[in-house]
């Protein structure tokens, strides 16, 4: 759940995949990706369990891996673009990450 959780701050905030124009991808290795680390993932979250097992098999289990990953981004977002509406009333973050250039793109357009 943890993992999940820094993976979409990652998503939200930092890894953005750009291609060349011929499609090559431009980061080379992940010393050129940014991704989320442990600065970045500033507090741990506090997990609420709510079992619901499924009669998908005999043991009840589900996959919980996304549920981590899933809505942080955009929880982020919404977060975002609630602050970013304070300053211009038609902001809308409508893709990610959420860069600094991003926001200045929001507010200036």
């Known amino acids: 759940m943890h993992g999940g959780y820094a993976h979409g701050i990652g998503y939200a905030l930092f890894e953005a995949a750009t291609y060349d124009a011929d499609g ?3 980061a080379a290795s992940f010393l ?3 991704i989320v680390s442990t600065g970045e993932v500033a507090f741990t979250p506090l997990l609420v369990h709510i079992s619901t097992p499924t009669d998908a098999n005999p043991e009840g289990f589900k996959g919980a891996g996304e549920s981590g990953t899933i809505p942080v981004p ?5 977060a975002v673009e609630d602050a970013l509406r304070k300053r211009r009333a038609d902001a809308v973050v409508d893709r990610l990450p959420i860069t600094s250039e ?4 929001i507010l200036g357009s």
């Open 74 to 78: 955009a929880a982020i977002a919404n």
């Open 24 to 26: 090559s991808f431009r």
């Open 32 to 34: 050129d990706y940014t």
């Open 102 to 105: 991003r926001i200045v793109e």
